[in-house]
């Protein structure tokens, strides 16, 4: 006998129905416990006394207040730490590192920077905002250059300042300067 597929679903509520039943007598229906809530001990659970905070603040501000001062040992290593040799026991002395020896060739010394054998005793402009140009004294003789001026076939003036000429060797690159210097009186 076939049953109608209306009558197999009421009965397939009412199962259900039935298992629903059974899952709340057994998790509600006993006694008065709040589910989900265990007690270690059978005494009932008592709350913290809330009247007075202020040794929990105290605690509280004392943890936040703390720093970390190591005592030497690597926290991230296993074991005890490493005993460190005192300063007054001798112990074996480790043979020392050999001091680099370079082998082959050596190159050359750079050269030194240049010398200018001329005295820097003044400088001037002829027209207004023209070129600034420098006054050398070379024994008696004087030299009047200005920036971009060839000297000694090896010399050039990179800059003339107040105080000093800048100037560099065209053979080697170096670079060096030479202080205003007062002439010698006449």
Do not use: C
Not at 68 to 85: H, Q, T, W
Not at 108 to 114: A, D, G, I, L, V
Not at 155 to 167: A, K, L, P, Q, S
């Amino acid at each position: 006998m076939a049953l109608p597929k209306q009558k197999k679903e009421l009965i397939a509520l009412a199962a259900l129905l039935v298992v629903a039943a059974l899952v709340w007598y057994f998790y509600f229906g006993k006694g008065g416990n709040i589910p989900g809530v265990i007690s270690a001990s059978g005494n009932n659970y008592t709350p913290i006394n809330v009247e007075d905070y202020s040794l929990v603040f105290k605690q509280l501000d004392d943890a936040r207040s703390t720093e970390y001062k190591s005592s030497g040992r690597n926290i991230f290593v296993a074991g005890p730490a490493p005993v460190a040799p005192s300063a007054s026991a001798p112990g074996p002395e480790k043979p020392k590192a050999p001091t680099f020896q370079p082998k082959g060739p050596m190159p050359p010394p750079e050269p030194p920077p240049p010398q200018l054998t001329m005295k820097f005793f003044g400088y001037g402009t002829l027209p207004s905002n023209g070129p600034r140009r420098a006054f050398l004294l070379d024994g008696e003789e004087v030299h009047i250059v200005s920036e971009g001026d060839t000297i000694q076939n090896h010399i050039r003036i990179t800059h003339i300042g107040n105080d000093r000429i800048e100037y560099e060797d065209i053979n080697t690159g170096k670079k060096n300067s030479t202080n205003l210097e007062m002439p010698p009186p006449v």
